[in-house]
């Protein structure tokens, strides 16, 4: 059973406007998540993190939120830009060193 | 980029044949992954390895085993592929980290397997 999950298998949004992608956990035990971006025929690549004692966490136009009590983190992206479209994984950590992964949203940003 | 290199980049393989997939990284981390990335099943753990000749399973790991002989060395074995096999498999490190203190986890480029 996955414990990290990703609802929505993918999202199209306007350039300029935001993009919101979602994540849902089960494992409390989790302390420590991430996000991932990944382009076809390449390994995945960090994008962003979040400390479970935070609820939030910029960089740019990338925001994370954790919303601990729900068990729920997103990314928000603004604005969105073509060159944003790719396939977002969220992650979780476990054990320090151990991670597992969402399904992946596939991000479409049309010009 | 971390230095990650997967060997090899690709194959095509019989079904009932051995495969190894290599990995090697130069960035001296303790922490060693192999995940598999399916369609509608994102990236799933295969094994992990913790340190030199320490090993252990993750989410998938039925019909794979992995060793490690050399920190930067992390090998993952199909003892004998199944079509079910077919798949891109990723190696990925990561330092070590406690406590509330953030570590990154960085992905190779990837294998791609086909099980024929």
């Known amino acids: 059973d996955q414990q990290v999950k990703q609802n929505s298998p993918s999202l199209s949004v306007q350039e300029g406007r935001i993009s919101i992608l979602n994540c849902d956990y089960t494992?409390?035990?989790?302390?420590?998540f991430l996000w991932y971006k990944k382009y076809p025929a390449e390994g995945p690549t960090f994008l962003i993190s979040?400390?479970?004692?935070?609820d939030k966490n910029e960089d740019g136009r990338f925001t994370v939120f954790l919303n601990k009590s729900a068990k729920h983190l997103s990314l928000h992206i603004v604005p969105s830009q073509p060159g944003d479209s790719a396939v977002y994984f969220c992650?979780?950590?476990?054990?320090?060193?151990?991670?597992?992964f969402g399904s992946g949203t596939k991000l479409n940003v049309k010009p | 980029d971390a230095g990650i290199t997967q060997s090899p980049r690709h194959k095509v393989t019989e079904t009932g044949t051995p495969v190894t997939l290599r990995c090697h990284q130069t960035?001296?981390?303790?922490?060693m992954y192999w995940y598999r990335q399916d369609p509608g099943h994102g990236l799933r753990l295969i094994h992990y390895?913790?340190?030199?000749?320490?090993?252990d399973k993750g989410e998938v790991s039925d019909g794979y085993s992995v060793s490690r002989s050399k920190t930067e060395d992390f090998l993952l074995t199909l003892e004998s592929a199944t079509s079910s096999q077919t798949s891109v498999y990723f190696c990925?490190?990561?330092?070590?980290?406690?406590?509330?203190?953030?570590?990154?986890?960085?992905f190779g480029e990837g294998s791609w397997l086909t099980v024929v």
């Open positions: 990925a490190i990561s330092e070590e980290r406690t406590a509330l203190s953030g570590n990154t986890i960085y």
């Open positions: 494992n409390s035990m989790f302390d420590y």
């Open positions: 979040i400390s479970s004692i935070k």
């Open positions: 992650a979780a950590r476990y054990n320090f060193n151990k991670f597992y």
């Open positions: 960035e001296n981390h303790r922490y």
């Open positions: 390895s913790y340190g030199v000749k320490d090993t």
